[in-house]
């Protein structure tokens, strides 16, 4: 059974890439060991798949090579793939900083994305194990199939529970392209030792400016059972080392509103002070914390301005992440320094791709990681069909 393209990964930057090349004329192949395609598409945003962000640029992506997405990004863009969705007749709605999501089901991205294939005459097969891949005389086999062509579009190891495998980067390794070291990426933090209270208000959420190093995400924070959350958390932990602190800003002008409150109450008590805005679970642990145990009306300037500090710049010590099983997306991957960047080929394998989640590129929460797999989809799947 021949193809001009096998593509190894049924997700979304696979199905776009091989609806893209056949229906340019390409015959393809798309193999999964799945039972169904599309399976994180189906868990993302709550079940309606955040599918894209209007904010999409360069900025928002890591790498080691930082310019490596600007040239698939710009040839597939945001607004392409809204135009697609609105295509198929599938509402959508915006959320905030600019995440789009369906209004119905995230079953209707991976509908429109099948519905693309079968318009390209692209075979996609499911409950399929790989085994072993082979490279001679000019074609690639893989599970009985063969083709001078082949994508590697599965992934890397994040939520192991729905499938996910390292198997991208065994295949990188097999025929000789670098790796950067894979680890989880958007994923909450654990915590431990002194920071163990916070972990007593599981549950607990408040707006928050979180800073990793010189990073730093306006969004909500939240205290879980094991350690920290929400959005904020999980995107300074792409930036996020063993050994860096994380930094909560949950008061702004945090003099201000204190020195206001011992003006307005000076019998009250720091507790009452920061339930004016904050949580009542997190002022009873911040105030533990700060250690002022007087009255407002008789702290210092010195020991308020010690509170305000604390407030605005609240710092833990993360013990790790959660890891994989918890992690949205995996961070490096197989090393953009092997690939071109217009067309996603290998440079030193003539015919092998990478795309997507695979790759040494990591968008920020909010439908950034869609976009990137939409955008080097498409980038394979034009030279395919060229290369037919």
Sequence with gaps: MRYDAIVLG??????????????????????????????????????????????????????????????????????????????????????????????????QIVAMLLDECARGGVDVRLSTQLGAVTHADGQFRVAGASAPQLV???????????????????????????????RPALVPFTLGGDDMPFREISGVSCPVTARVR???????????????????????????????TVSLNVLPDAAGKLRAARKRMPRA???????????VRLADVLSTRIGVTTELGNVSDADLDRAADILTDLTFRPSGTEG????????????????????????????????????????WLGGYNFQWAWSSGVAAGQVIAMRR
């Design 10 to 107: 049924a997700g979304g930057a696979g199905l776009l890439a091989a609806a893209t090349a056949g229906q340019a004329g390409a015959r393809v192949l798309v193999l999964d060991h799945a039972d169904k395609a599309g399976k994180k598409i189906l868990i993302s945003g709550g079940g309606r798949c955040n599918f894209t962000n209007t904010g999409t640029e360069p900025e928002c992506f890591l790498s080691d090579n930082p310019h490596f997405a600007k040239s698939a990004l710009s040839r597939y863009t945001q607004w392409d793939f809204l135009a697609l969705v609105e295509r198929h007749g599938i509402d959508w709605h915006e959320k905030t900083l600019g995440q789009l999501f369906c209004d119905g089901s995230a079953r």
């Design 152 to 182: 590697i579009a599965t992934g890397g190891p994040s939520i192991p529970k729905m499938g996910a495998t390292g198997v991208a980067y065994d295949i990188a390794r097999q025929f000789g392209l670098g790796l950067v070291a894979p």
């Design 214 to 244: 010189d990073r730093s995400f306006q969004e909500a924070a939240l205290f879980t059972h094991k350690g920290l959350s929400g959005p904020a958390i999980l995107q300074v932990s792409s930036y996020w080392s063993p050994g860096d």
């Design 269 to 279: 008590h720091m507790k009452a002070a920061l339930t004016e805005h904050l949580p």
């Design 324 to 363: 994989y099983a918890k992690a949205e997306v995996t961070a490096g991957g197989i090393d953009t320094a092997a690939l071109s960047s217009k067309t996603m080929e290998a440079r030193t394998v003539p015919g092998l791709y990478a795309i997507g989640e695979a790759v040494d590129v990591t968008g």
